[in-house]
């Protein structure tokens, strides 16, 4: 039998940081860059307060982003050895939740509506691992987690840290070739 693990949408499999900074920087004809936010919390990242929420909550924001680096050869390797879920905690934004089962049907046509989960709390999501951006969402979960490196959790210590899809195969003992 399979091991399961849920693999969280926004920050793991969406970029979603670039997707911001490009939305600011063209709304606010600014130039911020990564290391501008990096280290800082969602709600601090921005000169604008609320900013991050707002765009979260613009109709088109979710499925207009981009992929996160070799996060669909990653997926795809994962999904022959693992039983996939994709976990989001979507009902924040309900909104987004046409917008993002759409994102994941063109980039992820491999993975099936029934390994789909959208949520409001990943508290009840009960795998064997769990790959997510926010430790909020790994601290409750009883498998094992991996927190994926994002701007706001590069000085949260953590002992499974992954900062690429590359270093998650590595941790899954995987390979891309």
Known sequence: MK?????????VLA??????????????AAHLQRRDIKGKTEAEAFPKPGIVRE??????FFSSVPLMP???EGLKI?????????????????QSLVEKRDWLEMHFPFI???????CG???????????DDHPKNLNPFKGTGLLFEAFHNVDI???????SWQEVLKYFKLSSS
Do not use: C
């Open 78 to 94: 994962l999904n022959e050895h693992f039983d996939v879920f994709i976990v989001s905690a979507a009902m924040e934004f309900p």
């Open 70 to 72: 070799n996060a669909v």
């Open 121 to 131: 709390s990943k508290s009840v999501i009960s795998t064997d691992f769990m790959i």
């Open 157 to 163: 210590p953590h002992n499974n840290r992954v900062k």
């Open 55 to 60: 765009y979260a909550s613009t109709k088109g």
């Open 3 to 11: 091991k399961s693990i849920a693999v969280d949408m926004d920050g």
């Open 112 to 118: 099936h509506w029934q390994q789909i989960v959208f």
């Open 15 to 28: 970029d979603v940081e670039t997707h911001f900074l490009n939305w600011y920087n063209e709304k606010n």
